[in-house]
């Protein structure tokens, strides 16, 4: 995992904005890279003056939604059966499909908006919402909508750690989860505040 990841950091040295894009559409689409890798170094590289915040966002955004939109074709177009037959090819363990699927049938199309935020199950959740061929637009906006915060945050810190960026690598699990507490306490706050009204 370290080689592939050094090779990873290069190809986002290297090629910037478009890496960072194709590697966040492969992280969606169910292979393994963690997000905290490519958007901590984009951070870092925004650290450095080499990247701009919004463009570092946009791609990372527009790399997130396409690998999403495969990853929820996909489950859409072969089922169940399908990914457990030909997800090992991308490295997919059964294991992390298994935990998305219950997320989603716990929680419905809510899941695709928060898991967006929470480790392993934001890589995944696309695939359950295919199988179940939920609709695409409400899959798309959810998609969209809790995936924006998460790599805004992930961009903001490598950028505030710096040098240090590498920290979100160990940190990042615990931060997703505090995130998505805070998260759902300010749509708590304001539903009832707009109740109130």
């Known amino acids: ?13 290297s090629w910037g904005y478009v890496a960072v894009a194709v590697l ?24 450095t003056g ?7 966002l946009a791609a990372g955004m527009i ?22 037959k030909y997800g090992k090819y991308i490295l997919l363990k059964k294991s992390h499909v298994d935990l998305a699927q219950r997320w989603f049938d716990k929680y419905g199309l809510k899941a695709v908006f928060f898991s967006r935020m929470l480790p392993v199950v934001r890589t995944f959740i696309s695939l359950p919402a295919g199988f179940a061929r939920v609709d695409a637009k409400l899959f798309l906006i959810l998609t969209i909508a809790g995936s924006l915060p998460w790599t805004a ?16 690598l160990e940190i990042g699990h615990s931060a997703s989860l505090i995130f998505v507490v805070i998260c759902i306490a300010a749509i708590i706050f304001f539903y009832f505040k707009y109740k109130r009204k």
Request: aromatic share 14%.
């Open 50 to 56: 080499q990247m701009t915040f919004l463009n570092a």
């Open 24 to 47: 966040m559409a492969l992280e969606n689409a169910c292979v393994p890279i963690p997000s905290e890798l490519i958007l901590g170094f984009a951070g870092f590289l925004i650290f």
């Open 63 to 84: 790399g997130g939604i396409i690998g999403s939109i495969i990853a929820y074709s996909a489950g859409a177009a072969g089922g169940r059966k399908f990914i457990d």
């Open 153 to 168: 945050l992930i961009l903001f810190a490598g950028w505030q750690l710096g040098e240090n960026w590498q920290d979100l």
């Open 1 to 13: 995992m370290e080689s592939l990841s050094q090779i990873f950091l290069e190809f986002i040295a």
